[in-house]
């Protein structure tokens, strides 16, 4: 018997189901070439493993390569997969773990997979860790920086940065105003336009550093300052209901970032490793259709908050 929604809206559906088991499922098989961005926070490789489940060292690579080589067929030839594969720590030790590394090109290697870009996510809510280091003994400092790599199954995936731009600063906007700069050659070589510094085009090209503090205040985000208000909706619903929140809870601008960059209005937005449903929440709020996977029933229901369904 095929799966049947756990929940679902008017724009996506929520699966309970472990992702192994749904891609194993004739409800997998709409998805194939047709979903534009898979978006998605896996159980990171822990030594303390948590209640949403995660592996370790090879047993963590292993896995995580094989689920991906299976979400490949799901993307549409100009889709895009998009995963962040936090930091690590070796057991009883105040070093990094390389496995997240291994896991990276054990992903850029799998077949019809190119890597677009790499980005640094500084998350500014993230607890000071890990606690043993740096709140204990104090010999490390907040491990608060995590990468999100860009995948495509080609090197033109869909893509628009004009979607993403961020306000222009106070000085550029004097400098629009005033009409003139001091254009030239630079000691580096590079050879400045005045053209390419005074056209005004409506916003600043975003870099690849992703600082959630600083994007919740992004003038042309006015979406995320609302999506906020959902984490408080969420929370509520989840004491209403006596469920326990989701304890990696990935930030909405992030997600609305990368949604706004990759897609378009009406494309399918897929998580694989849904959560609370963030990623399906932000990709309805942006008019995308969405479809989210969860295999722990308590954070579907509390997803159902975010909805109100």
């Not at 991906?68 to 067929?73: D, S, T, W």
């Not at 222009?168 to 629009?176: F, I, P």
């Not at 003139?180 to 053209?195: D, E, V």
Request: hydrophobic letters at 35%.
């Amino acid at each position: 018997m095929s799966l049947q929604p756990y929940f679902r809206t008017k724009w996506g559906r929520a699966y309970l189901a472990s992702i192994e088991r749904f891609l194993a499922d004739r409800s997998a098989q709409t998805l194939k070439a047709n979903t534009n961005l898979i978006f998605t926070s896996p159980p990171f490789p822990l030594q303390n493993p948590k209640k949403y489940g995660n592996l370790q060292g090879q047993d963590y690579v292993k896995w995580l390569e094989n689920v991906v080589e299976q979400l490949v067929p799901l993307l549409a030839p100009d889709g895009s997969l998009v995963i962040e594969i936090g930091n690590a720590w070796n057991k009883g030790e105040p070093t990094m773990s390389i496995v997240p590394i291994e896991t990276l090109i054990s992903l850029a290697r799998i077949s019809g997979l190119t890597l677009c870009q790499q980005f640094v996510w500084h998350n500014s809510a993230k607890l000071p860790g890990p606690a043993e280091w740096v709140t204990k003994k104090r010999i490390r400092v907040t491990d608060s920086y995590t990468h999100i790599w860009w995948f495509a199954r080609g090197a033109n995936p869909k893509a628009n940065n004009r979607n993403v731009l961020t306000p222009y600063s106070e000085g550029m906007k004097t400098l629009l105003r005033r009409q003139t700069y001091n254009s030239g050659s630079r000691p580096s070589g590079h050879a400045i336009s005045k053209q390419g510094f005074l056209t005004d085009n409506q916003g600043s090209i975003p870099r690849s550093f992703l600082d959630d503090s600083e994007m919740l205040h992004d003038a042309t985000t006015s979406l995320v300052s609302a999506n906020t208000t959902t984490d408080a909706k969420y929370r509520a619903w989840c004491r209403e209901k006596s469920l326990p929140l989701h304890p990696a809870t990935m930030a909405p601008q992030i997600v609305d970032f990368f949604v706004r960059f990759l897609t378009e209005s009406g494309d399918l937005v897929f998580d694989p490793f849904g959560g609370s449903c963030m990623t399906g929440y932000v990709a309805q709020s942006l008019g995308r259709r969405w479809i989210c996977v969860e295999q722990t029933m308590d954070y579907l229901d509390g997803a159902r908050g975010r909805f109100a369904v």
